[in-house]
């Protein structure tokens, strides 16, 4: 609301006219009747992190753009902005996002929502009507924004926690008997190994003493779970996994396990390697946390107690992941095998890399569980393979622990913390 008031303020002053964020909204409105969209027109506005810039500019280009007559109308950012627009009556839906470097800069598209209704498919192409771009040079009234102390953010720890020659195939972060404070337990293609939260190494177990799956996995890949003080671990080109425990730094074994578990429970939630592939499908669920019925095999599954109640994550292969649990289920379009579920003032959010298939800098995405909305990114180098949250010290926002591959074939261990 207060940033809503300033750009108000900057738009009606004696000097309003010469303002950045006044000049960008002209100059983007602009562009958007130039492009031939039609009223009434839906917007959406990100700029990732920093919701102060957001407000103040949605306020001001929604009042331009009103101004040529394309009574524009906000709506939510996110996977599901179109079906909304397309059922709120708009015409056309107008996407823009934010950035401030040596200019502040408004890129986005513009795309038709009329549906034709005689035909089998939307009227329009795959891709955007039109391209629109404008940029200013800050001022002051933008810094103040963009540096606004309610903005929030990602951070990447610069050092690495850990390196390997080798890809990492799985994480787990929690409480293993045994050792003092939060553990972060890491599956790689030769050992499993339990480090402290500063990246040190607490013990290491090699892989080669087990049997060799049947039909192993191509890629690196496996389970890890830490349930009452004990580490699960199952890697896909193994045919047995193990229960362990941490003693006298040593990871020692307490029991064979026959299936990879997922989820911890009374019974733990175990699933099925599908054979040389990195996919794995959970076994049967009971209860408000329940699998969808015949989910298909997928990246991943987690399951975890979120502020009401248990929710779960099922990252499919075709790039959606898909939530649910106590609240509706929603599915997010081009999520990439590292995702997770973050808790961050109070309410879930889906933290997902890219589906791109070989980066050389991924993106880590932060969304709203709840309407699919951008809150926050950052760019990590490598490929991200799997993300966990970490509760690395009490009353603390979560962090992300990531498994990032390089083009070397090697991986590295990463931190990403949220930043207020």
């Not at 502040?104 to 009227?123: H, I, M, Y």
């Not at 799997?386 to 990463?414: C, I, M, N, S, Y």
Request: aromatic fraction near 4%.
């Amino acid at each position: 609301m207060r940033a809503a008031l300033l750009a108000l303020l900057l738009a009606s002053g004696p000097t309003g006219a010469d303002g950045a964020l006044a000049q960008l909204a002209t100059q983007l409105s602009a562009e958007v009747r130039a492009s031939g969209a039609v009223a009434p027109l839906a917007v959406t506005v990100s700029a990732p992190g920093h919701p102060g810039l957001e407000e103040a500019f949605s306020t001001l280009l929604l009042a331009r753009l009103a101004g040529l007559g394309l009574e524009a109308r906000l709506v939510p950012t996110g996977p599901d902005a179109e079906a909304l627009a397309r059922q709120r009556g708009s015409r056309a839906l107008l996407r823009v996002r934010l950035g401030l470097g040596t200019t502040l800069a408004a890129t986005g598209d513009v795309l038709s929502t009329w549906v034709n209704f005689f035909s089998p498919r939307d009227v329009r192409g795959p891709g955007p009507a039109a391209v629109v771009f404008a940029e200013v040079p800050p001022d002051d009234a933008v810094r103040a924004l963009w540096q606004s102390p309610v903005a929030q953010g990602l951070v990447l720890e610069p050092v690495p926690l850990a390196r390997w020659p080798v890809r990492t195939a799985a994480l787990a972060t929690g409480a293993l008997g045994g050792a003092t404070g939060v553990t972060l337990a890491v599956l790689t293609e030769e050992a499993v190994e339990v480090r402290a939260a500063d990246g040190h190494l607490l013990a290491r177990r090699p892989l080669a003493g087990l049997p060799v799956a049947e039909a192993p996995s191509r890629e690196a890949f496996g389970t890890l779970c830490l349930c009452d003080g004990l580490l699960y671990a199952f890697s896909a080109r193994r045919a047995q996994g193990e229960v362990l425990a941490l003693e006298d730094g040593a990871l020692r074994v307490r029991a064979p396990l026959d299936h990879p578990v997922v989820a911890c429970g009374s019974p733990p939630l175990e699933a099925t390697f599908r054979p040389g592939a990195a996919r794995l499908l959970p076994l049967g669920a009971a209860g408000p946390d329940a699998l969808p019925p015949q989910a298909p095999f997928a990246w991943g599954f987690l399951r975890r107690q979120g502020p009401h109640g248990p929710a779960w994550l099922l990252l499919l292969e075709d790039g959606t992941a898909r939530t649910g649990g106590t609240g509706p289920g929603r599915s997010f379009p081009g999520v990439g095998a590292g995702a997770a579920l973050l808790e961050a003032d109070g309410t879930l959010h889906l933290a997902a890399s890219s589906a791109s298939a070989l980066p050389v800098v991924d993106r880590l995405v932060l969304l709203s569980a709840e309407d699919g909305t951008e809150r926050a990114s950052v760019e990590v180098p490598g490929r991200i393979l799997q993300v966990t949250p970490a509760a690395l010290k009490a009353g603390a926002p979560e962090a992300l622990l990531l498994g990032v591959w390089g083009p070397d074939g090697g991986a590295e261990l990463r931190l990403v913390r949220a930043r207020p």
